[in-house]
T-cell receptor, first 114, second 113 residues
Framework: NAGVTQTPKFQVLKTGQSMTLQCAQDMNHEYMSWYRQDPGMGLRLIHYSVGAGITDQGEVPNGYNVSRSTTEDFPLRLLSAAPSQTSVYFC?????????????FGPGTRLTVL | DAKTTQPPSMDCAEGRAANLPCNHS???????VYWYRQIHSQGPQYIIH???NNETNEMASLIITEDRKSSTLILPHATLRDTAVYYCIVRGAGGTSYGKLTFGQGTILTVHP
């Protein structure tokens, strides 16, 4: 299993550009999430999904869109990039099969918006 | 989810036990205590979790006080590779809690040779 994969690893955008961060998992997990981490801070939840076709907002959803057309993929779209969106983005997945859930995180995408 | 309080940083000598405390005084009866760590800006890694009883796995031990208002993560023989930010998270199980973790600032553990 590759686990949770994210592409690209690094990205530089200009203000106003749009782009999509890709996230995929091969563990057949129902739950997937996107977090951002600013320097010296903990992770903050952007959006999450409890299954294909179902998404919901997290703590900091503004400026981001998500969709979940398949169980495996959960892309995060930046609509019009702003310097405040410079951050490291982590995707995570987990299963609902037990009373607790261990979240598996991807390696992150480091985004700089100029 | 209940709020957690952790010391911002701790040091530990290699080979010694590292004891990382966490306060969660507002924890409710159905909320679990989770520990994750993040090594050098990698994605966070699950370590251990518990509800009421003490727990141990191959990575660490988790001691939860009887009143559940605090807990301690124990790395029994710390190595240099255990240098990381450690996050204590309290969260309910099931329902919409799945897929959602609330991270604080965590504790920066530095293991010295």
């Amino acid at each position: 299993n590759a686990g949770v994969t994210q592409t690209p690893k690094f990205q530089v955008l200009k203000t106003g550009q749009s782009m999509t961060l890709q996230c995929a998992q091969d563990m057949n997990h129902e739950y997937m999430s996107w977090y951002r981490q600013d320097p010296g801070m903990g992770l903050r939840l952007i959006h999450y999904s409890v299954g294909a076709g179902i998404t919901d907002q997290g703590e900091v959803p503004n400026g981001y869109n998500v969709s979940r057309s398949t169980t495996e993929d959960f892309p995060l779209r930046l609509l019009s990039a702003a310097p405040s969106q410079t951050s490291v983005y982590f995707c995570a997945s987990s299963t609902r099969g037990s009373s607790y859930n261990e979240q598996f995180f991807g390696p992150g995408t480091r985004l700089t918006v100029l | 989810d209940a709020k957690t309080t952790q010391p911002p940083s701790m040091d530990c000598a290699e080979g010694r036990a590292a004891n990382l405390p966490c306060n969660h005084s507002t924890i409710s009866g159905n909320e679990y205590v989770y520990w994750y760590r993040q090594i050098h800006s990698q994605g966070p890694q699950y370590i251990i979790h518990g509800l009421k009883n003490n727990e141990t796995n191959e990575m660490a031990s988790l001691i939860i006080t009887e009143d559940r208002k605090s807990s301690t993560l124990i790395l029994p023989h710390a190595t240099l590779r255990d240098t990381a930010v450690y996050y204590c998270i309290v969260r309910g199980a099931g329902g919409t809690s799945y897929g959602k973790l609330t991270f604080g600032q965590g504790t920066i553990l530095t293991v010295h040779p």
